[in-house]
């Protein structure tokens, strides 16, 4: 499908996976169906899709941290050694988290505990896997924080959360997860709960760290303007599948899938000033409701017959690029690029 | 600093007002307070004489006024049984009713913090059944009746403690312990039951939040999540809902103490009310009423300290 | 599933009481007052399933009667510390300010008094009797009482459905009695239910001390204090009243759990 043309092994490689929602009634609805999708070394890999596309969900499965409504049903995860993260039993994992790989989330409020300081909670990733004295970790706490552009790092080690604001928050968390050099950083909607200029930043500490660590990203967002500002490559998800993937600038100007022609045409920008907003019509199917054939083809203006009775497969649409669409088989090249 | 200055203020005014009831309480009965003492057959002399002891011939404004000047300095007035400051009284008793109080403290923080754990790990399943089981029994099983049980099994059966003797402080403080270690464990049980459904509840919300998941996946394993994150928050309110039960221990304390036949407040009130010794009554009940709205004062404002969203204020 | 089983465990518990307390009054093995010195301190036995007493009373029959006395110390305290106690919440919660803090000041006041400590005190003025006792337990439910009914007045005044009556002219009465009342029921019925089961362990002390329910009134609570004495020798005769006690209280506290945990699942 994807061919990343790189020597060294991808540093994540999930393969065919599927994650169930156990319903009361003993029935078990797929909410992420059949995702593949790699990370190469360095790369920085954008996910993209609504609320309820399973993104997060699908992040969460790569630690094992996901609720437990969720199963783990079928595929693998695998990282760069070839290990099956989704194999590993709960020591197994505790080694790999937030030393081979970490996770950032969405509120950095909530997510860091608001009765312990920030350079304890820092030094304790790093104490935990490195088996280092507090002095040390504290020490190397205190070049983190300079590292993520974090004012003042050693008065910082000694306060508490809520003392900083929301960006200073997420830099800590960053800080957190990279203490440890992973080599990939999994970021759920990072920025989602930040100011749009504090969002620039962070996304710039990101590249950063690409740049001079080599650590992969892995970002997940609804906001495909913001994913463009970093992404190497882009996947687009909905309902549980990926529907296109493919370089980021590709994917961006020639959009291949017409939920992403939709996503992109419905994105406000000054250049559109006084056109009408295009949403997309209609809403996301719920869980219950996906059946066999394309789970967009009630929303797509270019919905044919065929659409509701077979799932697409995956085709052609540039170098690397590719699609799930049947217009796109039948039509061999991309027919709704946008203005 | 203004919410101190409040919360100073709303102290003092309640303890006016317990002063004030404690001191109500015996005026409200019709007729005369040392008539109500000797008994319809006393004379008239006796019962004048009484009443001037008492203090009773005087207006009432003027009886305020003097009680709640002997209480700002500490004079409680003069029991009528035993012819002693009130305030000695109640100092000579104190250590034994605080022993057994504090004893109470240390077994409910030993017992129910492992055990409201334990209940919050094993959510739904047995081992959390059988704590809920065993915390509803505790709830449900009167303290007192609860040290027959002890005394029964601890004390006669087995014969492992013994029964009904009191070593003070002064000859062997391990034997003082020892002798108010069943009285502890009677008055703690009921406690016990209230702080590991508390704690449980607390533990529960906070294995809820975020920062548990963060925790996870830095790679803490569950008794790292457990013990280094989750106990800080979860415990907080535990630690002041001890603090508070602390009066409710007192309370016991004074039935408790009649099973055991220990020397503290207890058999104090009981005896006096048995002699309608007014002022004793008067002062021990306002003592112990006070000292619970100071502790629960103190217990305020450390969970304010504790707490570090207040605590760099 | 389990929120149902707490309350039909507790209704369970509190029916059997209940209908125990209502045999009693028709029937019981021997009169419980009835002492035969012959046969005191006897182990159960056939004639006498939970044995005898230090008069040669049969204790099945003390223990029988005691439901008369628990129930009606029970409903009366809490009858007393809620009709009071409703009456302080609704002037402290609607009419608010001045009231309202003078009404809270006091209930401060009388909670700063731990459990039996108020009891005690109100006891000791009066000579004891049952009476008294059920008085003074009731004035202790005041407060709760009063806060639960504060409380909840304070959050439903500002509610929609009470302006909306305002605005067809409804009067105060109505307002309060009509409109809001129904909505706090269920808190009050909650707390109805845990002081009944605080009674229950606030006069078993009571009596036990000595000061509360007097002789012959039967009581659990006396019975237990009549039984320290040959604790060695009978233990069955202290068994029976402690069990009976724990029940009440256990029935009456997975009540309250219950009721408010089938409250709760509605609103």
């Known amino acids: 499908m994807t061919n990343t043309g790189k020597a060294d092994a991808p540093v994540l490689d999930i393969r065919d996976v599927r994650l169930e929602l156990a319903t009361g009634s003993g029935r078990s609805l797929p909410v992420v169906d059949g995702v593949s999708l790699r990370v190469g070394k360095g790369e920085i890999v954008g996910i993209v899709g609504e609320s309820g596309c399973g993104k997060s969900l699908l992040s969460l499965s790569v630690l094992g941290l996901l609720p437990p409504a969720i199963r783990f049903a079928r595929g693998e995860i695998l990282k760069r050694d070839g290990q099956a993260l989704n194999r590993l039993g709960a020591a197994g994992l505790r080694r790999v988290r937030g030393k081979e790989i970490a996770m950032i989330f969405q509120d950095p409020m909530s997510a860091l505990n608001p009765s312990l300081t920030v350079g ?38 000694r306060e508490y959360p809520h003392r900083l604001s929301g960006g200073m928050r997420q830099r800590v968390m960053i800080a957190m997860a990279v203490s440890c050099r992973p080599e990939l950083l999994i970021a759920d909607e990072p920025t989602t709960a930040l100011d749009v200029t504090i969002q620039a930043q962070i996304l710039a500490l990101m590249k950063k760290l690409r740049e001079e660590d080599g650590t992969s990203v892995l970002l997940i967002s609804h906001d495909l303007g913001l994913v463009s ?67 967009f083809a009630s929303r797509c203006a270019h919905a044919m017959a065929r659409c509701t009775r077979e799932a697409p497969a995956f085709g052609y649409a540039g170098v690397s690029h590719a699609a799930a669409c049947h217009l796109l088989e039948e039509e061999g090249e991309i027919v709704h690029a946008i203005r | ?82 012819d002693e400051p009130v305030a000695g009284l109640i100092a000579a008793r104190l250590p034994v009713t605080l022993t057994i109080a504090l004893e109470a403290v240390a077994l409910i923080v030993l017992v129910s913090i492992p055990l409201g754990i334990l209940a919050a790990r094993s959510r739904g399943r047995a081992a959390d059944l059988i704590v809920s089981a065993g915390t509803q029994l505790g709830l449900a099983v009167p303290s007192f009746w609860m040290g027959f049980l002890l005394i029964l099994l601890f004390g006669l059966t087995l014969r492992w403690v013994p029964v009904s003797t009191y070593t003070g402080w002064s000859e062997s403080p391990l034997l003082a312990l020892r002798s108010t270690l069943l009285p502890a464990v009677a008055l703690a049980i009921p406690q016990i039951a209230i702080v590991v459904r508390y704690l449980r509840t607390t533990m529960l919300e906070q294995l809820s939040l975020e920062y548990v998941r963060t925790a996870r996946s830095k790679g803490l394993g569950e008794r790292a999540v457990l013990y280094g994150h989750v106990l800080r928050n979860a415990l907080l309110p535990v630690v002041t809902v001890i603090g508070i039960l602390f009066g409710e221990l007192l309370a016991g304390s004074l039935v408790v103490e009649q099973v055991f036949t220990l020397p503290g407040f207890g058999s104090l009130l009981i005896t006096a009310i048995g002699n309608r010794d007014y002022p004793l009554i008067q002062g021990l009940v306002l003592f112990i009423a006070a000292s619970v709205v100071v502790i629960n004062f103190l217990v305020d404002l450390s969970y304010r300290w504790l707490d570090p969203k207040v605590k760099l204020r | 599933m389990k929120r149902s089983l707490l309350l039909s465990l507790g209704l369970l518990l509190v029916g059997a009481l209940a209908l125990l307390m209502i045999v009693s009054f028709f029937y019981t093995p021997y009169e419980p007052n009835a002492m035969k010195i012959a046969e005191r301190l006897q182990a159960p036995s056939l004639s006498h399933p939970l044995g005898t007493d230090n008069f040669g009373r049969d204790v099945l029959s003390r223990v029988m009667a005691g439901t008369q006395t628990a ?87 500002e509610a929609e459905y009470v302006r909306a009556v305002k605005g067809f002219g409804a009067g105060h009465v109505n307002i309060v009695f009509v409109q809001i009342l129904p909505n706090i029921a269920s808190s009050i019925v909650t707390t109805a239910a845990l002081s009944f089961s605080t009674a229950i362990l606030v006069e078993a002390a009571l009596s036990y001390l000595g000061l509360g329910v007097q002789p012959p009134d039967p009581s659990w609570g006396r019975m237990l204090n009549e039984s320290q004495t040959y604790l060695a020798k009978a233990p069955w005769f202290t068994l029976a009243p402690g069990l009976l006690i724990t029940a009440t209280v256990l029935g009456f506290n997975l009540l309250s759990d219950g009721i408010r945990d089938a409250l709760d699942k509605r609103g």
């Open chain 1, 229 to 295: 500002g970093i992404c190497d490559r882009i996947m687009v998800m909905y309902a549980g599948k990926i529907v296109e993937e493919g370089p980021a600038a590709d994917v961006l100007r020639r959009p291949a899938h017409p939920y992403t022609a939709g996503l992109l045409a419905s994105i406000p920008l000054p250049s559109k000033k006084g056109s009408k907003l295009l949403p997309i019509e209609g809403s996301v199917p719920a869980l219950h409701e996906r059946g066999q054939g394309c789970a």
């Open chain 1, 120 to 157: 304890r909670q820092v030094a304790e990733a790093i104490r935990l896997h490195e088996g280092c004295s507090r002095r040390e970790a504290e020490a190397r706490t205190v070049a983190l924080f300079r590292k993520v552009g974090l004012p003042r790092p050693e008065s910082l080690l």
């Open chain 3, 71 to 157: 129930f009606l110390v029970g409903s009366a305290s809490v009858a007393i510390g809620s009709a009071v106690g409703l009456a302080v919440g609704i002037v402290a919660g609607y009419a608010g300010r001045w009231a309202d803090e003078l009404l809270m000041r006091a209930t401060d006041a009388l909670l700063a008094f731990p459990g039996i400590l108020l009891a005690l005190l109100l006891v000791s003025v009066f000579k004891p009797s049952l009476s008294q006792t059920i008085l003074a337990i009731g004035i202790l439910f005041v407060p709760s009482f009063a806060r639960v009914v504060r409380s909840g007045v304070l959050q439903q005044r």
């Open chain 2, 1 to 82: 600093m203004s919410y101190y200055i409040r919360r100073i203020f709303t102290l003092l005014l309640t303890v006016l007002l317990v002063l004030i009831l404690t001191f109500a309480v015996f005026r409200i009965i019709p007729g005369n307070p040392a008539l109500a003492i000797l008994g319809v057959e006393a004379s008239q002399e006796q019962v004048d004489m009484l009443s001037e002891k008492l203090g009773t011939d005087r207006p009432i404004g003027v009886q305020l006024a003097d009680w709640l000047r002997g209480a700002a300095t500490l004079d409680l007035g003069t029991s009528l049984r035993f």
